[in-house]
């Protein structure tokens, strides 16, 4: 199972509010709607992600459930997530010790404070933490790296961009007075071609400290997760807008035919975690509508009446077109449930941009008198677009999929038994319709 960058992005990041309405005129509610209600149905009775696998309660990725909900506009379960971490954040999730060695991670501590603000909770007394205050203690003060985000003791490894986009809108939302050095740092890190990096210079003597004095490689994952969190933040200086349009013109730049992003340089291929945050960053236009779309080709979308061994998990997304293919063969299981999660988290807010069907559905057979036994062509119109159909007579039902118009032909066979026969069409939003056809010898 796969772990790169996206592994990284769950463990530091992923999803903090960004504003405008989930559900928009003109765009289907349904897709995100639905892969909302698997995420969150995947919290234990604490409210916490468990790994089944290795046994854990994953606390961050817990956290970035609740800041998609929160996105999405449920409230009331990403504020029923913050109260849950609350009383463990501190000595479970963004603190640990090992060896005798105590670190505070500052990526972790940055995404406890954005939950607390998104989830309408202090993030000055979180857990019984002052989150802001020790955020500001992990922003260092002195030239060459003023701004920059470390974390206390930093043995086993330290801050990157990503904690450091996290913790700019921490702190920007807080008003505090680190969040200007915190800002210009983390637009320090966007090279001229638009893209930022991931990771910031090891050296921390060094006098270069951008991203276009080292040279970074380019990080797609990075670039769209600082897009989102520029604009979520209160601050929005020429300096911030000027970084937005760059960085949005690189991802539009970067995507491929499929309408698909990869990702860093370990995670080129196409995939649905790096095409959930670029499609969130660029939040419209054409190319957010292509990486919809593949989003869309790429969740569970099963219609009721045509199961398949994916079908309990309605909404969930995969990663790719092979993790799907081993989804409906095998389902999901306890080794493959966590990138399964990971990925549908990353992807909701895009799948917010699919178009919504502009009719009520129909269905019509070619023809009205069908002998038993014999096959009949069954049109299908204005189904939710990109979603699948499920068209049965009696026991015999044809699943199919549908574009952007909604419409398919499939040829149903006509159970004998009846004179008098419904055929009815159901798609992935619920929606349904019946014709009727006459059944003869």
Same mark, same amino acid.
């Given at each position: 199972m796969r772990k790169p960058l996206i592994a990284a992005i769950t463990a530091v990041v992923v999803a903090a509010g960004l504003a405008g309405p989930a559900e928009a005129a003109g765009h289907d509610p349904v897709p995100a709607r639905q892969g909302a209600t698997w995420l969150y149905g995947q919290l234990n009775s604490g409210h916490l992600?468990?790994?089944?696998?290795?046994?854990?309660?994953?606390?961050?990725?817990? !956290?970035?459930? &609740?800041?998609?909900?929160?996105?999405?506009g449920r409230h009331k379960q990403a504020l029923t997530i913050a109260k849950a971490l609350a009383p463990q954040a501190a000595t479970k999730w963004y603190r640990s010790t090992y060896? &005798?060695?105590?670190?505070?991670?500052?990526?972790?501590?940055?995404?406890?404070?954005?939950?607390?603000?998104?989830? &309408?909770?202090?993030?000055h007394?979180?857990?019984?933490?002052?989150?802001?205050?020790?955020?500001?203690?992990?922003?260092?003060?002195? !030239?060459?790296?003023? &701004?920059?985000?470390?974390?206390q003791n930093d043995s086993f490894g330290d801050a990157n961009v990503l904690g450091q986009a996290l913790a700019a809108r921490a702190l920007t939302d807080a008003h505090s007075a680190d969040a200007g050095p915190v800002r210009r740092f983390l637009l320090g890190q966007q090279c001229a071609a638009g893209y930022f990096t991931l990771d910031f210079n090891k050296d921390k003597a060094s006098a270069t400290q951008t991203?276009?004095?080292?040279?970074?490689?380019?990080?797609?994952?990075?670039?769209?997760?600082?897009?989102?969190?520029?604009?979520g933040m209160g601050h929005r200086s020429a300096a911030v807008s000027s970084a937005i349009d760059k960085?949005?013109?690189?991802l539009k730049r970067k995507q491929k035919t499929s309408g698909a992003w990869g990702g860093g340089t370990s995670t080129t291929a196409a995939n649905a975690n790096s095409t959930g945050l670029a499609t969130w960053a660029l939040g419209s236009g054409a190319a957010a509508h292509r990486g919809a779309v593949w989003l869309r080709k790429h969740q569970v979308r099963d219609a009721a009446g045509c199961h398949t061994r994916l079908s309990a998990s309605r909404g969930a997304v995969a990663y790719d077109t092979s993790t799907m293919r081993a989804g409906l063969k095998a389902g999901i299981t306890v080794a493959t449930r966590d990138q399964w999660r990971r990925t549908t988290t990353?992807?909701?807010?895009?799948?917010?941009?699919?178009?919504?069907?502009?009719?009520?559905?129909?269905? !019509?057979?070619?023809k009205t008198r069908v002998r038993a036994g014999r096959r009949v062509r069954v049109h299908v119109r204005h189904a939710a677009p990109y979603s699948m159909v499920c068209v049965r007579i009696g026991k015999h039902r044809k699943a199919a999929s549908v574009g952007v118009r909604g419409r398919t032909t499939v040829k149903v066979k006509v159970p004998a038994g009846k004179r008098h026969r419904a055929v009815t069409v159901v798609d992935s939003d619920g929606r349904e319709a019946r014709a009727s056809l006459r059944v003869t010898r």
């Open positions: 992600m468990h790994n089944a696998q290795y046994d854990f309660d994953d606390y961050g990725l817990t !956290a970035d459930s &609740g800041l998609e909900l929160a996105t999405l060896g &005798g060695v105590t670190t505070t991670y500052a990526g972790s501590v940055a995404k406890a404070a954005v939950l607390a603000q998104v989830a &309408g909770l202090d993030p007394s979180y857990g019984g933490t002052d989150l802001i205050a020790l955020l500001e203690s992990e922003v260092a003060q002195d !030239a060459p790296i003023r &701004g920059r985000m470390q974390d991203c276009t004095g080292r040279g970074a490689a380019p990080d797609t994952d990075a670039t769209s997760y600082v897009v989102i969190q520029l604009q960085a949005q013109a690189w990353q992807a909701l807010i895009g799948l917010t941009l699919l178009p919504r069907a502009s009719k009520d559905i129909s269905v !019509a057979p070619a």
